[in-house]
């Protein structure tokens, strides 16, 4: 892949020559080859916002230090410079600094000695994460950075020297957010060293096809740190505030040696790049707790140097990235190389290491490592934007009922503060050591608690304001504010007893699906608020053999199918009777095989070992037969390179977890759900659902509850040292290492579709041919697709024709030796990581697999509330405002609400909105077409209740991703017309009328 970026042998001769002889001024005084170099030394700390200490233990311990005596260093000395990273130590800092140490430092930003550069909360992890949390980490930094400094100094160029990889949707998000370029290091090793050997670590990064090279969103200018060493050359004996013995200062006495070895690190540096001008980033991580020592060095060598052009052939200067890529980007006849499209994706994500020192060292176990951490994020991360979108629309919407029923402005303050912990906890846990799973266990202990806090905080506010909507047209009491404590539904158990639940839907479609609760009978119904009995079935709970399963907490489990309005909300009513409901029963599992159908789907459990062994899909008639089965891998624990949090190294090919049928195999039968339970270890078993939908027809006989097939697998405590995949084996034409062409398809951040390539030849065939899965990924051949949607980040790989695999969990004993020495990665965490399988043409899979992604990952909330005795649903419906439909109609298929938010209430509201189809995987399909929509004109001018509440645009503004300022003049509503290109994402400021 990319076979001209692989220079020649002879020509890293010719190269590694030419660096020797530009060392020639030392041997052979006054001989020089080198062009006259310009040096512009970056002092940075890499300060991680958790990894071997929590983020208080850094900061109490390191970053305090940092800050404090990088402005006094900076006061001293105009030549001085620093940049300044992550957002949240800095804003730490700031709350804690005294008025004296805030005047320099504004001072010292106003004379750009002092640069914000990324500006994000955190260095965000580019395996792991979701485009839009990305989005919220940074704009919460640069919103802070605002409002303290000024809009002027929010960031112009990206640091990401310290991802696992580099992916195509940062890229793509600092281009939105109208950076200038920005600075990668990990990548391929091989890649790293062709580039480096071709001159080419200086280029334009245009990731995205459907995003031109020459238009807003298109290409950005890229640096790539020359052989993953964002901490040299400090680390090479420069680190002056450390032992002197083995760092010696830049003094009189030791100026020689130090200005001798400092150029042996310049010139081949010099000779890797296209221009003369050389980035040096100085500095490491939590470096400059003494920036005294560093600074008092280094500006003694930069003197010395600087005072022997001739001897040294290069200066040296002080510098931000403002600085360097101002001067790079001004320069005239460079021809910077070009990279377009979706393969440098490949050669970027997964990293290595060196080859030669680490064959193996993929950095591929972290898309998996920590499953319950990625999951909770996840979790956070829909429950942060429902709260976002509720709060922003039911303010004006209440309103415009009258003082009465509006949110005070104490409550508005304190909902937006509630909401707040919860965006900074999810934004802390972006970073490239939190969801990526690579912290210690401490830490990772520190990223949940800060997530239930935020949690339990962002839900009272969510359910506070559902409570005020639901009282916007009482005729009595107060209606109880509604909880999501379940246990109120395992106590209906008498006749009459009754609940309703609020269900809240944050998606910008109506919602049409089975959710399910727990209760401890079947004598019940379900109804909608005018008392009409809706589809529902009750499961009876499974007893498990499983020794590391939790207990069932009740008899059964009711589903019942809701029809949701587009970021509204519908109450249902559970009702105990005296007749036993709809029920599901409990069937023997043939063991010759069998079939289960929705009418839509037929899935196929074959006869020799009972697995899942075809699914047909009746409408687009395409059916593809896969043995969807569960493999370990055993991981290396011998050899100098082992697998660990970060590494992926398996000792060879994966083994079936079981050869024979299941342990255990249950069938549950009804009418709306069909269940398969099987049991393959004491620590693994898995449940296959079907979902009919009752309002199918011959003229729509697919819907979005009735097109996938869900699997819900239990993965519980592992022996040490392994690591759990799903594996299905299809019969899909995917390529093979026979034909050395092996392909499959995942998706970047949940953003942008990128085609994996196979590489066959990797010095680590398994561990490196790992690539991120955030959302989905899938295998085609002509007329099929095979979809896997998933709920948390996971590695996923295709090595085999027909195979697609995703890894579920891992354990491990084995250390890395990437940092973690002493705390492994031993994970018992039992997961239950569910995903949907859809099986059509990849024109039909497109659309299909996006909602579906939407569907699993931004689930409803529920408001659950215990009704008075012998309150009916109708009567309860007549009393409270029992549904609240914002829009008048679905946004079109295609235009996901990305963010619907009001940080404050000073700042106007922000609206982003994703085309979410790409040409990659669906060419030629209408999804693809850019669309607009008037956002005024769908939201509802009246509710679609009897409330009067009403939403009307006030002005509005295009702005940048970050949202910080409008790009021109506040346009007057209520029309606000919304125009999106393929796999762009459209970013405005937004006032509603009061």
């Given at each position: 892949r990319a076979a001209n970026m692989y220079a020649s042998p002879f020509l890293h001769v010719v190269v590694v020559m030419v660096m020797l002889m530009c060392m020639g001024p030392f041997l052979v005084p006054g001989v020089s080859c080198a062009p006259a170099g310009r040096i512009f030394v970056v002092p940075h700390s890499h300060d991680?916002?958790?990894?071997?200490?929590?983020?208080?233990?850094?900061?109490?311990?390191?970053?305090?230090?940092?800050?404090?005596?990088?402005?006094?260093?900076?006061?001293?000395?105009?030549?001085?410079?620093?940049?300044?990273?992550?957002?949240?130590?800095?804003?730490?800092?700031?709350?804690?600094?005294?008025?004296?140490?805030?005047?320099?430092?504004?001072?010292?930003?106003?004379?750009?000695?002092?640069?914000?550069?990324?500006?994000g909360w955190v260095m965000h992890d580019e395996g792991c994460t979701t485009f839009s949390s990305g989005v919220e980490q940074m704009s919460k930094g640069h919103k802070f950075i605002a409002d303290t400094f000024g809009a002027e100094y929010v960031p112009r160029h990206g640091w990401q020297i310290d991802p696992f990889g580099a992916t195509g949707a940062t890229p793509t998000m600092y281009k939105m957010m109208n950076f200038q370029a920005h600075v990668i290091d990990r990548m391929n090793w091989h890649v790293n060293v062709a580039l480096s050997l071709n001159r080419s670590l200086e280029f334009y990064w245009a990731p995205n096809p459907d995003l031109p090279a020459s238009g807003p969103h298109g290409k950005i200018f890229t640096h790539a740190i020359d052989n993953h060493q964002y901490c040299s050359p400090m680390t090479a004996h420069f680190q002056w505030d450390a032992s002197p013995e083995t760092n010696p200062p830049a003094d009189p006495q030791h100026i020689i040696d130090v200005s001798t070895r400092w150029a042996a690190q310049m010139y081949p540096k010099m000779a890797e790049y296209r221009t003369p001008n050389v980035l040096v980033p100085f500095g490491c991580d939590f470096e400059y707790w003494n920036a005294s020592a560093i600074y008092s060095s280094m500006d003694y060598l930069i003197s010395y140097i600087n005072a022997r052009p001739s001897q040294f052939n290069f200066t040296m200067e002080y510098a931000t990235l403002s600085d360097y890529f101002d001067t790079v980007l001004a320069l005239e006849n460079v021809e910077w190389p070009i990279m377009q499209g979706p393969d440098p994706d490949v050669a970027f994500m997964p990293a290595s290491e060196n080859y030669t020192d680490s064959?193996?060292?993929?950095?591929?176990?972290?898309?998996?490592?920590?499953?319950?951490?990625?999951?909770?994020?996840?979790?956070?991360?829909?429950?942060?934007?429902?709260?976002?979108?509720?709060?922003?629309?039911?303010?004006?919407?209440?309103?415009?009922?009258?003082?009465?029923?509006?949110?005070?402005?104490?409550?508005?303050?304190?909902?937006?503060?509630?909401?707040?912990?919860?965006?900074?906890?999810?934004?802390?846990?972006?970073?490239?050591?939190?969801?990526?799973?690579?912290?210690?266990?401490?830490?990772?202990d520190m990223y949940h608690d800060d997530l239930w806090a935020g949690d339990d905080a962002a839900t009272n506010a969510t359910l506070s304001i559902l409570a005020t909507l639901l009282n916007s047209k009482k005729k009595g009491a107060p209606a109880p504010m509604p909880t999501n404590e379940t246990s109120i539904l395992s106590k209906l158990q008498n006749d009459g007893d009754s609940a309703g639940i609020v269900v809240y839907n944050s998606l910008g479609w109506t919602r049409r699906e089975f959710v399910s609760v727990p209760v401890n009978t079947n004598y019940l119904s379900v109804t909608d608020e005018a008392g009409i009995i809706i589809p529902y079935q009750v499961n009876p709970a499974i007893s498990t053999t499983m020794t590391s399963d939790d207990a069932p907490s009740t008899k059964y489990k009711l589903y019942f199918m809701i029809d949701v309005p587009p970021l509204g909300y519908k109450t249902y009513f559970i009702i105990v009777t005296q007749t036993e409901g709809i029920t599901g029963q409990i069937t023997p599992v043939p063991r010759n095989g069998f079939?289960?159908?929705?009418?839509?789907?037929?899935?196929?459990?074959?006869?020799?070992?009972?697995?899942?062994?075809?699914?047909?899909?009746?409408?687009?008639?395409?059916?593809?037969?896969?043995?969807?089965?569960?493999?370990?891998?055993?991981?290396?624990?011998?050899?100098?390179?082992?697998?660990?949090?970060?590494f992926f190294i398996p000792d060879g090919p994966a083994q079936r977890v079981l050869e024979t049928p299941p342990k255990q195999s249950v069938l549950i039968e009804g009418k709306f759900v069909q269940e398969v339970y099987q049991e393959f270890a004491p620590?693994?078993?898995?449940?296959?659902?079907?979902?009919?939908?009752?309002?199918?027809?011959?003229?729509?006989?697919?819907?979005?509850?009735?097109?996938?097939?869900?699997?819900?697998?239990?993965?519980?405590?592992?022996?040490?040292?392994?690591?759990?995949?799903?594996?299905?084996?299809?019969?899909?034409?995917?390529?093979?290492?026979?034909?050395?062409?092996?392909?499959?398809?995942?998706?970047?951040?949940?953003?942008?579709?990128?085609?994996?390539?196979?590489?066959?030849?990797?010095?680590?065939?398994?561990?490196?041919?790992?690539?991120?899965?955030?959302?989905?990924?899938?295998?085609?051949?002509?007329?099929?697709?095979?979809?896997?949607?998933?709920?948390?980040?996971?590695?996923?790989?295709?090595?085999?024709?027909?195979?697609?695999?995703?890894?579920?969990?891992?354990?491990?004993?084995?250390?890395?030796?990437?940092?973690?020495?002493?705390?492994?990665?031993?994970?018992?965490?039992?997961?239950?990581?569910?995903?949907?399988?859809?099986?059509?043409?990849?024109?039909?899979?497109?659309?299909?697999?996006?909602?579906?992604?939407?569907?699993?990952?931004?689930?409803?909330?529920?408001?659950?509330?215990?009704?008075?005795?012998?309150?009916?649903?109708?009567?309860?419906?007549?009393?409270?405002?029992?549904?609240?439909?914002?829009?008048?109609?679905?946004?079109?298929?295609?235009?996901?609400?990305?963010?619907?938010?009001?940080?404050?209430?000073?700042?106007?509201?922000?609206?982003?909105?994703?085309?979410?189809?790409?040409?990659?995987?669906?060419?030629?399909?209408?999804?693809?077409?850019?669309?607009?929509?008037?956002?005024?004109?769908?939201?509802?001018?009246?509710?679609?209740?009897?409330?009067?509440?009403?939403?009307?645009?006030?002005?509005?503004?295009?702005?940048?991703?970050?949202?910080?300022?409008?790009?021109?003049?506040?346009?007057?509503?209520?029309?606000?017309?919304?125009?999106?290109?393929?796999?762009?994402?459209?970013?405005?400021?937004?006032n509603f009328k009061s």
């Amino acid at each position: 892949r990319a076979a001209n970026m692989y220079a020649s042998p002879f020509l890293h001769v010719v190269v590694v020559m030419v660096m020797l002889m530009c060392m020639g001024p030392f041997l052979v005084p006054g001989v020089s080859c080198a062009p006259a170099g310009r040096i512009f030394v970056v002092p940075h700390s890499h300060d991680d916002v958790g990894w071997l200490q929590t983020i208080d233990g850094y900061y109490n311990t390191k970053v305090k230090y940092i800050y404090d005596t990088v402005v006094e260093e900076l006061t001293k000395n105009s030549a001085r410079k620093f940049i300044s990273v992550e957002m949240a130590y800095f804003h730490m800092w700031w709350t804690n600094a005294t008025d004296s140490q805030r005047t320099q430092t504004k001072k010292l930003v106003e004379n750009k000695q002092f640069q914000f550069v990324s500006g994000g909360w955190v260095m965000h992890d580019e395996g792991c994460t979701t485009f839009s949390s990305g989005v919220e980490q940074m704009s919460k930094g640069h919103k802070f950075i605002a409002d303290t400094f000024g809009a002027e100094y929010v960031p112009r160029h990206g640091w990401q020297i310290d991802p696992f990889g580099a992916t195509g949707a940062t890229p793509t998000m600092y281009k939105m957010m109208n950076f200038q370029a920005h600075v990668i290091d990990r990548m391929n090793w091989h890649v790293n060293v062709a580039l480096s050997l071709n001159r080419s670590l200086e280029f334009y990064w245009a990731p995205n096809p459907d995003l031109p090279a020459s238009g807003p969103h298109g290409k950005i200018f890229t640096h790539a740190i020359d052989n993953h060493q964002y901490c040299s050359p400090m680390t090479a004996h420069f680190q002056w505030d450390a032992s002197p013995e083995t760092n010696p200062p830049a003094d009189p006495q030791h100026i020689i040696d130090v200005s001798t070895r400092w150029a042996a690190q310049m010139y081949p540096k010099m000779a890797e790049y296209r221009t003369p001008n050389v980035l040096v980033p100085f500095g490491c991580d939590f470096e400059y707790w003494n920036a005294s020592a560093i600074y008092s060095s280094m500006d003694y060598l930069i003197s010395y140097i600087n005072a022997r052009p001739s001897q040294f052939n290069f200066t040296m200067e002080y510098a931000t990235l403002s600085d360097y890529f101002d001067t790079v980007l001004a320069l005239e006849n460079v021809e910077w190389p070009i990279m377009q499209g979706p393969d440098p994706d490949v050669a970027f994500m997964p990293a290595s290491e060196n080859y030669t020192d680490s064959p193996f060292a993929f950095w591929t176990g972290y898309f998996t490592s920590r499953p319950g951490l990625k999951k909770h994020i996840r979790d956070s991360e829909a429950r942060l934007r429902a709260a976002d979108i509720l709060y922003t629309l039911a303010r004006p919407a209440l309103e415009a009922l009258g003082p009465n029923n509006s949110i005070t402005e104490e409550q508005q303050a304190a909902y937006a503060d509630q909401i707040e912990s919860l965006r900074q906890a999810v934004s802390e846990t972006q970073h490239h050591d939190g969801v990526s799973g690579t912290s210690r266990f401490y830490v990772v202990d520190m990223y949940h608690d800060d997530l239930w806090a935020g949690d339990d905080a962002a839900t009272n506010a969510t359910l506070s304001i559902l409570a005020t909507l639901l009282n916007s047209k009482k005729k009595g009491a107060p209606a109880p504010m509604p909880t999501n404590e379940t246990s109120i539904l395992s106590k209906l158990q008498n006749d009459g007893d009754s609940a309703g639940i609020v269900v809240y839907n944050s998606l910008g479609w109506t919602r049409r699906e089975f959710v399910s609760v727990p209760v401890n009978t079947n004598y019940l119904s379900v109804t909608d608020e005018a008392g009409i009995i809706i589809p529902y079935q009750v499961n009876p709970a499974i007893s498990t053999t499983m020794t590391s399963d939790d207990a069932p907490s009740t008899k059964y489990k009711l589903y019942f199918m809701i029809d949701v309005p587009p970021l509204g909300y519908k109450t249902y009513f559970i009702i105990v009777t005296q007749t036993e409901g709809i029920t599901g029963q409990i069937t023997p599992v043939p063991r010759n095989g069998f079939t289960i159908t929705n009418g839509a789907l037929d899935v196929v459990f074959d006869s020799r070992r009972l697995h899942m062994s075809s699914v047909h899909n009746h409408v687009s008639n395409v059916t593809i037969k896969t043995d969807t089965d569960y493999w370990v891998y055993n991981s290396l624990t011998t050899g100098n390179q082992q697998g660990g949090a970060y590494f992926f190294i398996p000792d060879g090919p994966a083994q079936r977890v079981l050869e024979t049928p299941p342990k255990q195999s249950v069938l549950i039968e009804g009418k709306f759900v069909q269940e398969v339970y099987q049991e393959f270890a004491p620590w693994l078993s898995h449940t296959i659902r079907l979902y009919t939908d009752p309002m199918a027809s011959s003229s729509a006989p697919l819907s979005e509850v009735n097109n996938y097939v869900e699997i819900v697998p239990v993965v519980g405590v592992m022996a040490n040292n392994t690591e759990v995949v799903i594996r299905h084996v299809t019969d899909v034409s995917s390529g093979s290492p026979s034909s050395g062409e092996g392909v499959y398809y995942s998706d970047d951040n949940a953003f942008q579709t990128v085609r994996r390539q196979i590489d066959f030849n990797s010095p680590s065939p398994i561990g490196g041919n790992y690539f991120p899965s955030i959302y989905r990924a899938y295998i085609e051949d002509k007329g099929r697709r095979f979809s896997h949607v998933h709920d948390r980040s996971e590695g996923s790989s295709a090595l085999e024709q027909g195979q697609l695999e995703l890894m579920l969990h891992r354990s491990l004993t084995t250390d890395d030796r990437q940092g973690l020495s002493g705390y492994p990665l031993i994970d018992t965490d039992i997961i239950t990581p569910s995903c949907r399988i859809i099986v059509d043409t990849p024109e039909g899979s497109a659309l299909t697999s996006r909602h579906h992604s939407f569907l699993l990952n931004f689930q409803p909330i529920l408001g659950i509330t215990r009704l008075p005795q012998g309150t009916s649903p109708s009567s309860w419906s007549q009393t409270y405002n029992a549904s609240w439909a914002p829009l008048i109609e679905d946004m079109p298929e295609n235009l996901h609400i990305m963010t619907l938010s009001s940080p404050d209430v000073l700042h106007p509201s922000v609206l982003r909105v994703q085309h979410i189809c790409s040409s990659i995987e669906a060419a030629g399909s209408a999804c693809v077409k850019p669309t607009n929509l008037d956002w005024g004109k769908i939201l509802a001018s009246s509710s679609s209740s009897s409330s009067s509440s009403s939403l009307s645009i006030d002005q509005y503004c295009p702005t940048a991703l970050n949202s910080i300022a409008c790009h021109s003049p506040m346009v007057n509503g209520p029309s606000m017309i919304v125009e999106v290109n393929t796999t762009d994402i459209m970013t405005y400021l937004l006032n509603f009328k009061s």
